[in-house]
């Protein structure tokens, strides 16, 4: 996380993400397993031709430049390895990968998405091997914050998120937003962004009647639904309400701040401060219309930073956050970004975690900082420059962190949850369901979760 002083933001942050994401969540299992015996491992990655099989979702601009780079280096401190890049959109990868690891072939090293939904699955069905033993070989046990490495841990049979085996390491930093543009919100008489959701709400009311689109929105691959709702509701409940949520130690989903954040969005749509018909545009066309000054406010993450960066319209284009009210700083989802992890059934394990340390260590993230991204663990003397894209992602994570104020992405909650909250946000933003029947649905899933 990105910071003038690196290791308070970053330590600030896991602080943030450990408050709320510690224990047993329902389902999971009372004591988990220790874990398993790998045998030796080494630095060592030999001197036969060996190519390494590489699956990740880094599609965006920047991350994509940047891994680019990160394997052609690779492959030139290793010459005797090549790099076999499958590269997929989130969306796809989410569809794709349970088959590829299932297969006979699967691949060396893959970008696993943490939680119950894919990488709780994939440790339970045996797909992947935990690293612990190259975590203090290569010192990830000491370079990451135990709380962030908990994230990325799970009890041997996959039943307990933040169990004991570590399954992977991540690359960047993530933080979901609100960028705005500058230009636009003057063209409508407002001077500086919103603050909370109902500053937004009367902003958009604003804009759509000076004649510009409020809301950059696209879905088409579901998984921006839950940007949305859960930038809504975490700007709404707060902190601790969403984590005690997501993470089952309190709370419902069809709880009022829950069904008020899905009223919001609905009204949103109905108002037409959303882009029409979202469900069937992409959210790289709902980026490229704002970064085009085509609209006011686009709600995603900091990977879009670098893209924002190229826009036509990046030296007008903000990035804050909102602040529920009565608290004291703005709170929104975040974490860290998908799980670099090694597959159980790769003949290269040494080779597969040399290239899992290459592409996250801290020569790396100077790399992902050159090319627009926030490293999970950013360099000493990264400072940008204030009223710049990433002056104000740098500033807003200095602020969350001292609050303590990031919540969980809302798919962690249980191992259906994310088919079923992106499903039901298309639902809720077409009118097919009502706020009421959108968080029910919600609850249903999660009541079948605690069930079995």
């Not at 959303?274 to 993450?301: P, Y």
Request: hydrophobic share 35%; with cysteine.
């Amino acid at each position: 996380m990105k910071h003038s002083s690196k290791a308070t933001l970053l330590l600030g942050v896991a602080a943030a993400v450990a408050i709320g994401l510690t224990g047993c969540t329902p389902g999971g299992s009372a004591a988990p397993a220790a874990s398993q015996s790998l045998g030796p491992v080494s630095k060592d990655v030999g001197s036969g031709k060996t190519t390494l099989t590489v699956w990740d979702q880094n599609t965006d601009t920047g991350i994509n430049d940047a891994q680019q780079e990160l394997n052609d280096e690779f492959e030139k401190a290793h010459p005797n390895i090549t790099i076999k890049r499958v590269s997929r959109s989130f969306a796809d990868l989410k569809t794709t990968l349970k088959l590829a690891l299932s297969g006979n072939n699967p691949p060396d090293v893959v970008q696993a998405n943490q939680g119950y939904p894919d990488m709780g699955a994939f440790v339970k069905a045996g797909f992947l091997r935990p690293v612990d033993d190259y975590a203090k070989l290569y010192g990830w046990d000491s370079y990451y914050p135990s709380s962030l490495l908990k994230l990325n841990s799970f009890s041997s049979d996959g039943k307990t998120w933040q169990g004991d085996d570590l399954y992977g390491v991540s690359q960047t930093g993530e933080l979901v937003g609100l960028y705005y543009n500058k230009a636009v919100l003057r063209k409508a008489g407002i001077d500086s962004p919103p603050k909370t959701v109902a500053e937004l709400t009367e902003d958009m009311q604003q804009v759509k009647a000076s004649g510009t689109l409020p809301l950059s929105y696209g879905d088409v691959e579901k998984s921006p639904g839950i940007h949305l709702y859960g930038l809504v509701l975490s700007a709404l409940a707060g902190h601790d309400a969403v984590n005690d949520l997501v993470a089952g130690k309190s709370g419902s989903w069809t709880g009022s701040d829950e069904v008020q954040a899905a009223k919001t969005i609905t009204g949103w749509v109905d108002k037409g401060y959303v882009t029409e018909g979202a469900n069937g545009v992409s959210r790289d066309d709902a980026v490229a219309a704002f970064g085009k000054g085509q609209s006011a406010f686009l709600i995603t993450g900091t990977w879009y930073q670098a893209t924002l960066e190229a826009a036509a319209s990046a030296k007008d284009i903000g990035f804050t956050a909102l602040t529920p009210d009565g608290a004291s700083g703005p709170v929104t989802m975040g974490g860290e970004g998908l799980a670099w992890a090694i597959t159980s059934k790769t003949g290269n394990a040494n080779a597969a975690a040399a290239y899992i340390d290459f592409v996250t260590n801290k020569d790396a993230a100077k790399v992902l900082v050159d090319k627009g991204n926030l490293p999970t663990v950013v360099p000493d003397g990264d400072s940008p420059a204030s009223g710049t894209i990433a002056g104000d992602i740098t500033s807003e994570y200095e602020s969350i962190s001292s609050s303590n104020s990031i919540t969980p992405y809302l798919d962690y909650a249980t191992p259906t949850f994310y088919d079923t909250i992106t499903a039901a946000m298309q639902d809720l933003v077409a009118g097919k369901a009502s706020p009421e029947q959108y968080t029910k649905t919600l609850q249903d899933d999660y009541a079948g979760f605690v069930k079995q």
